[in-house]
């Protein structure tokens, strides 16, 4: 083997099943490298992929038998959850036209065409299609962070988290998560990737502030900053800036510039309403600060909002910060800024409880340049640094659409905007091409619930939704990839679901989901980017799959989510053995009685008002 050239190893790898490909990688160097081919793990990719089992589908009804059709076209009749209109009509037997009457070379354009179209990579991005394998097949796993604990009462129990940011690393990877507690505290954890020369930051708390800093309460008064901390419920209330090591933290009406080395507020703005939403801070470029009723430019160049004379005399972009927008309607809840591929990189995009995309100029800040009607009501927003491709360019669905015309239109520079919407009680995945405005919404398919969050992810998009299920979908906005409920994860989770977890907990009397977890925002480790590159740490290689997700819940709690048997955070056996080791038998004895007595009374409670609604039945209540 060590003779033969690497083109014919790897066609001989070709013919191997994955898990022989995985474990010939750890044989030598060479094949480490030849068993993580680009190209090859492509081929696995689409061989397993909605796109390429479509295409052996309709591969397959074409070899039917004519008397098979009459029965195909009534059991298709039947409604049901995973088809299209599109797949309907194809399977009630559509004629397609043929690019071949050789039925050999007509699958082989088949199947190009089917690959051509289901390719998420960009012509100018670099994707690891091994990782892009694990993140679409392997078993996802959650680590949670360790929060610090309360001792206010007689049981000990942790802090929660009212936000979180990131700073990241000159090549746009996050290093450390920064995080705001309920008792007015800040905590900043490294959170670093793994290497060959290093065991990565392992979600170590390195860090916290004072309680009340945030609150500018004393340390004792617990209660109140968790009041304050928690009133106004903003999802996106943290920005940090990784150039100047500058967090941003939006507590009511007041804005708090924090140096993070010292963990010391650098100044604060005081705005007439409860701030919402906050822009990424990123270098000289002012933060849009969302108000229930206004849109602010925050500069902190500008001597009136900062307590030092740093670059005061510098030039401020889009005139004086004080003049301010007014919101016809109220409620942004996240901002975006355009990422810059487009003819202008000057924009700001404002969504929120109202049913318009807002658009800004900040060069000619406060006035409106135009909106983008989308009839939901908007969550969260992410960017994408790619165009849209038209529906109608769709290869498989549009047989008359060209593999030519495809590469053109991802070849156009563009970017598209991501959105979290909810529309009539379901959930609504919206995209939307920039700078030449090409919407697209799924509002069949998405979720059942309203979406919380959205961010890309690899060659996939990510959304959560209001029952704590994170999905994966493909780069179109449908093809669905992946689903995982948060709460399958969470500490402390026995893993065993109650069978009489239902009443008034439940959204239904059969259904468990609307009980737990949500996720409220969602971090990508490694942010899709346009010139993105493989980066050392510490002098190593980085390690494999370490594209994982930041996320924070609904609860307060903070967790790295990451794909295959290893913890996402790294292994730390020595501090697993302490804690293991701490618990002695009567503590875990106690425990169990704990759970035991709580799930008793649950359902105690549970057969109580199931006897309410049976009596509220009969008509005896009103």
């Known amino acids: 083997m060590d003779r033969l050239p690497d083109e014919v190893v790897l066609q001989i790898?070709?013919?191997?099943?994955?898990?022989?490909?995985?474990?010939?990688?750890?044989?030598?160097?060479?094949?480490?490298?030849?068993?993580?081919?680009?190209?090859?793990?492509?081929?696995?990719?689409?061989?397993?992929?909605?796109?390429?089992?479509?295409?052996?589908?309709?591969?397959?009804?074409?070899?039917?038998?004519?008397?098979?059709?009459?029965?195909?076209?009534?059991?298709?009749?039947?409604?049901?959850?995973?088809?299209?209109?599109?797949?309907?009509?194809?399977?009630?037997?559509?004629?397609?036209?043929?690019?071949?009457?050789?039925?050999?070379?007509?699958?082989?354009?088949?199947?190009?065409?089917?690959?051509?179209?289901?390719?998420?990579?960009?012509?100018?991005?670099?994707l690891d299609y091994y990782e892009e394998y694990l993140q679409r097949h392997a078993p996802?796993?959650?680590?949670?962070?360790?929060?610090?604990?309360?001792?206010?009462?007689?049981?000990?129990?942790?802090?929660?988290?009212?936000?979180?940011?990131?700073?990241?690393?000159?090549?746009?990877?996050?290093?450390?998560?920064?995080?705001?507690?309920?008792?007015?505290?800040?905590?900043?954890?490294?959170?670093?990737?793994?290497?060959?020369?290093?065991?990565?930051?392992?979600?170590?708390?390195?860090?916290?502030?004072?309680?009340?800093?945030?609150?500018?309460?004393?340390?004792?008064?617990?209660?109140?900053?968790?009041?304050?901390?928690?009133?106004?419920?903003?999802?996106?209330?943290?920005?940090?800036?990784?150039?100047?090591?500058?967090?941003?933290?939006?507590?009511?009406?007041?804005?708090?510039?924090v140096d993070l080395h010292t963990l010391q507020i650098v100044s604060t703005k005081r705005y007439p309403w409860p701030v919402t939403a906050l822009s990424e801070a990123k270098g000289k470029t002012p933060i849009t600060v969302g108000t229930n009723w206004t849109v602010h430019l925050h500069d902190p160049r500008d001597p009136a909002f900062s307590d030092s004379n740093t670059d005061a005399g510098g030039e401020l972009i889009g005139g004086s910060t004080y003049s301010h927008a007014t919101l016809a309607e109220s409620g942004p809840l996240s901002i975006v800024h355009d990422a810059g591929l487009s003819q202008d990189d000057s924009s700001i995009w404002i969504a929120g409880r109202f049913t318009s995309l807002l658009?800004?100029?900040?060069?000619?800040?406060?006035?409106?340049?135009?909106?983008?009607?989308?009839?939901?009501?908007?969550?969260?927003?992410?960017?994408?640094?790619?165009?849209?491709?038209?529906q109608t360019l769709d290869l498989i669905r549009n047989p008359e659409a060209s593999i030519s015309a495809l590469l053109s239109a991802?070849?156009?520079?563009?970017?598209?905007?991501?959105?979290?919407?909810?529309?009539?009680?379901?959930?609504?995945?919206?995209?939307?091409?920039?700078?030449?405005?090409?919407?697209?919404?799924?509002?069949?398919?998405?979720?059942?619930?309203?979406?919380?969050?959205?961010?890309?992810?690899?060659?996939?998009?990510?959304f959560s939704d209001g029952d704590g299920n994170l999905k994966w979908v493909e780069r179109d906005g449908f093809s669905h990839v992946r689903t995982f409920n948060i709460n399958d994860v969470l500490p402390g989770k026995s893993g065993v679901q109650d069978a009489s977890s239902y009443g008034i907990w439940s959204s239904t009397a059969s259904e468990l989901p609307g009980q737990g977890d949500i996720v409220q925002k969602i971090t990508p480790m490694h942010p899709v980017s346009s010139s993105s590159t493989a980066s050392s740490i510490g002098g190593g290689r980085p390690d494999v799959n370490q594209s994982n997700l930041l996320l924070w819940t609904g609860d307060g709690r903070l967790g790295m989510l990451g794909f295959g048997p290893a913890n996402p955070l790294g292994d730390d056996q020595w501090h697993e053995a302490v804690e293991a080791g701490a618990k002695t038998v009567e503590g875990r004895a106690k425990e169990d009685a704990e759970r035991q007595y709580g799930m008793a009374m649950r359902r105690a409670l549970e057969r109580n008002a199931d006897e309410v609604r049976f009596v509220r039945g009969l008509g005896f209540m009103g």
Not at 108 to 119: D, F, K, S, T, V
């Open 359 to 390: 658009n800004y100029d900040r060069r000619f800040f406060p006035r409106l340049r135009g909106t983008i009607h989308s009839g939901a009501r908007i969550a969260a927003l992410g960017t994408l640094p790619y165009p849209l491709v038209p």
């Open 410 to 462: 991802r070849s156009t520079p563009g970017t598209t905007i991501l959105a979290a919407a909810e529309y009539k009680g379901k959930g609504s995945l919206e995209l939307y091409g920039l700078p030449r405005v090409q919407p697209y919404q799924n509002r069949q398919t998405a979720s059942a619930s309203k979406l919380l969050a959205v961010a890309p992810h690899g060659g996939r998009i990510v």
């Open 140 to 257: 996802i796993d959650v680590a949670w962070l360790d929060l610090p604990k309360t001792q206010a009462t007689d049981k000990e129990k942790s802090r929660e988290a009212t936000g979180s940011g990131t700073l990241t690393n000159a090549d746009g990877n996050v290093e450390h998560l920064v995080a705001p507690l309920d008792d007015g505290s800040i905590c900043v954890w490294d959170v670093s990737d793994r290497s060959t020369a290093g065991v990565g930051g392992r979600g170590r708390l390195i860090t916290q502030s004072r309680p009340g800093l945030l609150t500018g309460l004393a340390p004792e008064a617990i209660a109140e900053s968790h009041i304050k901390m928690t009133e106004t419920g903003a999802t996106e209330c943290v920005s940090i800036d990784s150039d100047s090591k500058k967090g941003y933290f939006a507590v009511q009406n007041l804005l708090h510039e």
């Open 13 to 126: 790898l070709a013919f191997l099943q994955v898990d022989d490909v995985v474990h010939i990688q750890a044989v030598s160097r060479r094949f480490l490298t030849l068993g993580r081919d680009n190209t090859l793990w492509k081929t696995v990719c689409f061989e397993d992929s909605k796109a390429e089992s479509l295409r052996r589908r309709n591969f397959l009804l074409d070899k039917q038998d004519a008397r098979i059709a009459e029965l195909r076209n009534a059991v298709t009749a039947l409604p049901g959850p995973d088809l299209t209109a599109w797949d309907v009509s194809q399977l009630r037997g559509s004629p397609q036209p043929r690019a071949s009457h050789d039925p050999e070379a007509e699958a082989r354009i088949q199947r190009a065409r089917a690959l051509a179209n289901w390719e998420p990579g960009y012509p100018d991005e670099q």
